[in-house]
């Protein structure tokens, strides 16, 4: 017999599948019914909704999938970054995407103290402490920087997949990761 999944899991599923589907400012209402939970539990568990949004960014799972796009290409740094790009490739093309929703909290946030820019920040460098290790690896001169270009690549694909994922931004992207990997001192 399975066990329903407590207020506190309920609350973070609604919102990561509202705030995702419908942008961070979908309404409170709205969280508690997907969820079937007690106004109380949200304040409970998270202090309101400014505490579920951040926890909510906090806990998603994906900067694990470029990990694992990393991992499942081997161990030759190239490949492994280039992997990255055959990932956002598949994940731009589905039919349910919406964007990044790391990005999209920071874009709609506009308190500058709102708990969420904090986890914002600390995915973005989370992730280009991935790529900077990666690069320094595959000998780039300059693998803070690299990480940076590369970065700025995967939030354009992200961005420009929302508005024209017709035209595959990701293999764009992923053709000029390929003038950044072969950066030479």
Do not use: N, W
């Not at 946030?109 to 991935?130: F, I, M, N, Q, W």
């Amino acid at each position: 017999m399975e066990t329903r999944p407590g207020p506190r899991e309920r609350l973070l599923e609604a919102a990561r599948e509202l705030t995702y589907t419908q942008g961070v400012h979908v309404g409170v209402d709205a969280i508690l019914k997907h969820a079937d939970v007690a106004r109380r539990s949200l304040y409970q568990h998270f202090g309101g909704k400014d505490g579920l949004i951040a926890e909510v960014l906090r806990t998603a799972d994906t900067g694990s999938r470029y990990r694992r796009a990393m991992d499942e290409a081997g161990d030759e740094p190239r490949a492994r970054i280039l992997a990255v790009f055959d990932e956002l490739e598949k994940v731009t093309m589905r039919p349910s995407f919406h964007g990044c929703r790391h990005t999209a909290a920071e874009l709609a946030l506009t308190d500058p103290d709102h708990p969420a820019h904090s986890e914002v920040r600390a995915y973005k460098g989370d992730l280009h402490r991935l790529f900077a290790e990666e690069l320094a690896r595959h000998g780039h001169p300059d693998p803070r920087l690299g990480a940076d270009q590369l970065l700025v690549l995967i939030d354009g694909t992200l961005a420009h997949a929302v508005t024209r994922p017709d035209a595959h931004p990701a293999l764009a992207a992923r053709a000029t990761a390929e003038l950044i990997l072969d950066v030479r001192p």
